[in-house]
């Protein structure tokens, strides 16, 4: 028999006796929360005298009053107590909150340097920050009693601890809001196992987090024999159907979750939160209030009878726990313990209640926690709030910004496609780099595509108090850079040190869809779908399709017969009459995550008629009008040689044809056209879908090879056998084509087709950071001729060959310049660039350009003594210029015998 008993400690002290005749007691163990008990104990009654002052109480459960065990949350503080003098029974009621309750007790000093009042964990985890609470505190001679088992690099499961924060807490915050706070922003969970506080990530499928509802022996509360009540309340005081979402700088933008108008039309929301100016950030703050706001709110609470259940709390299942019990209509389905109540009255009976989450609740719980994360910046509360006006900063460079934390999300954009979206939080700078007390004027934040080379980009800045930056969108999937400086009237400091992060898919799962609707005649199954969720709820932008499953249930095993994209229905030939066909659905979105099946429904297939009927027994004129209708007829009954030529008129269709199902050409599972409610699709022999034309919008997709002719001139695209998407240009005649085509790091590459002697080809390569164009040799791939390349820190024009022959103009930030040799000959020449040797004198003349240009140029010269000692000047001037030479003079003759080197420069205007 399952019983509790009453355990009395003195205070961090040892067992001092039971109390084994309480009057009653109602025990409640919520998740991540401090549990509660409330004892009435009479003061005739033995052990009385045990609560006479304060002790701790805890709870043990038995279920053969042999081996009594304390499990966690059930030790419990006998600090509040109520009497009556006049009640001659001596009953007292004792209200005693959890042991860690005493984390109220422990408070944060200021400890050190102070930022705004504030004290500043920099990249910090759960346990780094719970461990300076509670280490300081101890040792100042508070809370000695309450240890930890968790430490600033791993949780109480010996896990890493997989989160860290930037954050700022007020001296004399309490160490229990703080950690309540960070399981609200699913950072953590927590309990006591006794005297000892227990730290573990958030939702990692440890202690707190157990699947105990899949598996061959799941745990399944039914009701009858573990489950004797199920009250369910249920209200729609939040429903809404749109929301406003209102930001900084006026940032103003408002979604509509796109579902049909509530019972009194449409209700609209409101979310305001400083700091916020993307579309990604609304979009996920928006998405989150439409997804609590999208159904009827539910508390499921669920009594429990102990007498008779195959399970019983604690021994099979505890608070975080998700087991199999009746949901909505009384079916089965994952739920989520959110708490234990156990009562025991005063004859020893025992009752108790679970309060219960469905998917839908869980889900809203996880993103009422990422919605945390993104306005409190990964602050906690106490953490963020409003600073003082800052004073005028003085233009000194600040210090580099320390403990970036970059946190990515998924979002869907209107289209449905996944989006990535991050939130940078970094600890605020308040000195220069000297160390010497500064206040900065803001902060700027950089990211890149983590390549080493890629370009740098300013995706946001702030004010001076704000140390929090959003930015989308990103696409997912890729890794991205990020780094942070603070600005001070101008004058920028040098960088954080860097964060990468991968920004991640979309992994939440379509709702699971609703049961199928199911009819059938002469072996065709007709699978209906309202296009809804089980709940009720729409499906979100990204929904796909909807997958359908049938299986044999003599013979389980499923099979994937059909699938649908909206609200629609398929028939199911080639069924064997009186056979039972269970079927049921899943959902599938864009990034390829699929629903939990939908509750499953049986149906058999019935004949028309009771036996066959004789060969030509039934003739048209045994038929009445409208007997034999569209569901009448097997597929493939009627086929082209049983109409006759010119039977089937424009006068005998009606003007429109609204298709309930699909129309297919081909194989249903193979290679086929099909019409359907959702607009006409093509597959090829492996199911996949080729051409697809949206009876919605018009859109046309192609998947596959396009040619615009099969010879001459054309183009074809997403060639059969490409390695990328690739458009090829065909010239009139053969195969030497021109492409252009996308690689993996979505960079468009331009290839020419082949010169006329076979040995040169020309591309052009555009990417993020780089666009070069240039002449090669197909055969070796190596550079074979003219260049430009451009980047962020450069532009190249030159020319390069095989034979590293590199001639070429270089232009930076810092110079421009020119690398390799100078040639001048020709008429054209513009720049003339040369030296000659010249004999001794005092005038020199018919000096060639080396061709005759095509106009006279101007020229410049200098001279000096090729060896020996010669002059302290030497002065030389030009005369006589024509467009095939020109002389030149010196001011005084030169010393005999000393030859003079003349370097000159001419140009053309």
């Excluded at 030790?75 to 959890?98: C, H, Q, S």
């Excluded at 997804?291 to 709110?297: D, I, K, S």
């Excluded at 990417?767 to 240039?774: D, K, Q, S, T, V």
Aim: glycine share 12%.
């Amino acid at each position: 028999m399952y019983d509790l008993r009453f355990v009395v400690h003195a205070p961090n002290g040892p067992r001092l006796g039971t109390l084994p005749h309480p009057l009653s007691c109602d025990t409640g163990w919520p998740l991540d929360d401090v549990p509660s008990l409330r004892l009435r104990y009479s003061a005739h009654a033995l052990g009385a005298d045990l609560l006479a002052s304060p002790c701790e109480v805890a709870v043990e459960w038995s279920v053969d009053g042999q081996t009594w065990t304390e499990d966690p949350d059930s030790r419990f503080l006998r600090i509040k107590r109520a009497v009556n003098d006049v009640d001659r029974t001596g009953t007292a009621v004792y209200e005693m909150p959890g042991y860690g309750w005493q984390l109220r007790k422990v408070v944060l000093y200021p400890g050190g340097t102070l930022v705004d009042g504030k004290r500043a964990f920099l990249s910090a985890t759960a346990g780094e920050i719970l461990q300076t609470f509670l280490a300081e505190a101890q040792a100042r001679g508070t809370a000695l009693g309450l240890d930890w088992d968790f430490t600033p690099e791993r949780d109480s499961a010996d896990e890493s601890w997989s989160k860290v924060l930037t954050i700022y807490y007020e001296p004399g915050l309490d160490a229990l809001t703080t950690l309540i706070n960070l399981s609200e922003q699913g950072v953590c969970d927590f309990r006591m196992q006794g005297r000892t506080l227990q730290v573990f990530n958030a939702d990692a499928g440890g202690e707190l987090d157990r699947d105990l509802a899949s598996g061959d022996a799941p745990v399944d509360l039914r009701y009858g024999r573990d489950i004797v009540d199920a009250p369910d309340e249920g209200t729609l005081e939040d429903l809404a159907n749109a929301v406003l979402v209102v930001g900084d700088d006026g940032f103003r933008v408002s979604f509509s979750s796109g579902a049909t108008a509530g019972p009194w039309g449409r209700w609209e929301t409101y979310v305001g939160q400083g700091g916020v100016s993307d579309m990604g950030t609304a979009t996920l703050l928006a998405q989150a209030a439409l997804t609590r706001a999208a159904a009827e709110r539910i508390q499921r609470t669920r009594q429990i009878t102990l007498g008779t259940a195959r399970w019983l709390p604690w021994r099979d299942y505890r608070p975080g726990d998700r087991v199999l019990a009746p949901g909505d209509g009384g079916v089965l389905e994952p739920l989520r313990i959110r708490q234990i109540t156990l009562v025991r009255d005063e004859r020893g009976h025992i009752t108790g209640n679970l309060i219960l989450n469905d998917r839908f609740l869980e889900r809203t719980v996880r993103l009422a926690r990422r919605t945390a994360g993104i306005v409190g910046g990964s602050t906690a509360e106490g953490g963020s709030g409003a600073r003082p006006a800052p004073e005028a900063p003085s233009p000194r460079t600040p210090a580099a910004p320390a403990g970036l934390i970059v946190n990515p999300l998924a979002y869907l954009d209107a289209a449905g496609t996944a989006q990535g979206q991050i939130t940078a939080t970094w600890g605020a700078v308040i000195t220069d780099g000297g160390g010497v007390a500064l206040t900065v004027g803001g902060y700027e934040l950089f990211a890149r595509r983590n390549e080493t080379g890629a370009p740098w980009f300013l995706i946001a800045m702030t004010e001076a108090t704000d140390t929090t930056a959003t930015y989308s969108p990103l696409p997912v999937g890729q890794a991205w850079a990020f780094k942070v400086r603070a600005v001070n009237l101008g004058q920028r400091g040098p960088f954080s040190a860097e964060v990468a992060v991968t920004i991640p898919d979309d992994p939440h799962a379509p709702p699971v869809p609703s049961a199928p609707q199911l009819s059938t005649r002469l072996g065709v199954i007709r699978i209906g779908w309202d296009g809804l969720g089980a709940g009720g709820e729409v499906m979100p932008p990204d929904f796909h399709r909807l997958r359908i499953w049938m299986q044999d249930p003599l013979a389980p095993g499923w099979a994937e017969v059909g699938y649908l994209q909206a609200a629609g229905s398929v028939v199911v030939p080639g069924q064997p009459y009186g056979a039972d066909r269970e079927v049921r659905f899943t959902t599938v979105d864009y990034s390829g995550n699929e629903s939990a099946p939908s509750p499953g429904a049986v149906i058999a297939t019935v004949p028309l008629v009771a036996g066959d009927a004789a060969e030509e027994s039934i003739t048209t004129g045994n038929l009445t009008a409208n007997a034999v209708t569209a569901d009448k007829l097997a597929v493939g009954a009627v086929e082209a040689e049983h109409i006759a030529a010119e039977a089937v008129t424009a006068g005998k269709l009606e003007a429109v044809l609204t298709l309930s199902t699909r129309i297919v050409a081909g194989s249903p599972a193979a290679a086929r056209v099909e019409l359907n409610s959702a607009g006409l699709r093509a597959f090829n022999p492996d199911g996949v879908q080729t051409v697809g034309i949206s009876a919605a919008s018009g859109a046309v997709a192609i998947v596959g090879q396009f040619a615009s002719g099969t010879v001459g001139r054309r183009i074809i695209i997403n060639p059969a056998g490409a390695v990328d998407p690739e458009i090829r240009f065909y010239p009139g005649s053969g195969s030497n084509f021109a492409r252009m085509y996308v690689d993996g790091d979505g960079s468009i590459i331009h290839v020419s087709g082949l010169s006329p002697d076979g040995t040169r080809r020309s591309a052009v390569i555009q990417r993020g950071n780089e666009w070069r164009a240039y002449v090669y040799d197909p055969a070796t791939g190596l550079a074979g001729g003219g260049y430009t390349l451009a980047t962020p820190s450069e532009l190249e024009v030159g020319y390069n060959d095989i034979n590293a022959n590199l001639q070429r103009f270089r232009f930076t930030s810092a110079a421009a310049e020119y690398r390799g040799r100078w040639s001048y000959s020709g008429a054209e020449a513009g720049l003339i660039m040369f030296a000659l040797n010249l004999n001794s004198g005092s005038s020199y003349s018919n000096i060639g350009w080396g061709a005759t240009l095509l106009s006279v140029p101007l020229c410049v010269v200098g001279a000096e003594y090729s060896s020996g000692t010669g002059a302290s000047t030497l002065s030389m001037f030009v005369r006589s210029r024509t467009t095939s030479n020109f002389g030149i003079a010196a001011a005084t003759t030169t010393n005999t015998g000393q030859p003079v080197v003349a370097m000159i420069w001419a140009w053309r205007q």
